[in-house]
């Protein structure tokens, strides 16, 4: 099992930047389709971002232009640039794979104040 640690939440200002990262356990990270999601209280888990092990990105469109997705396969890390937030963006951040999900990590909170 692959052990995930998100990091980099904050609060922060609308327009403002943040950078994410997640940490992973193990070295199957480097196979896998990687994604951001983002979650809100009483609404399901939302797909944000995603890359693939050669580097392909998909977004969702409201983050389109604004978010960037990277990925250090060697660092086993995941990676969200965040810019010109927005209230909406408010959300608890977390990483997984594409599919079959391994299990959760704790999330980082984003808060962006308008």
């Known amino acids: 099992q692959v052990q995930l640690v998100e990091s980099g939440g904050g609060l922060v200002q609308s327009g403002g930047s943040l950078r994410l990262s997640c940490a992973a356990s193990?070295?199957?990270?480097?196979?896998?389709?990687m994604v951001w999601y983002r979650q809100t209280p009483g609404k399901p888990r939302e797909l944000v971002a995603s890359i693939t092990l050669g580097g392909a990105t998909k977004y969702t469109d409201s983050v389109k232009g604004r978010f960037t997705i990277s990925r250090d396969n060697p660092k086993k890390t995941l990676y969200l640039q965040m810019d010109t937030l927005k209230p909406e963006d408010t959300a608890i951040y977390y990483c997984?794979?594409?599919?079959?999900?391994?299990?959760w990590g704790p999330g980082t909170q984003v808060t962006v104040s308008s």
């Open positions: 193990s070295g199957l990270f480097i196979v896998e389709t």
């Open positions: 997984n794979r594409e599919s079959r999900q391994w299990s």
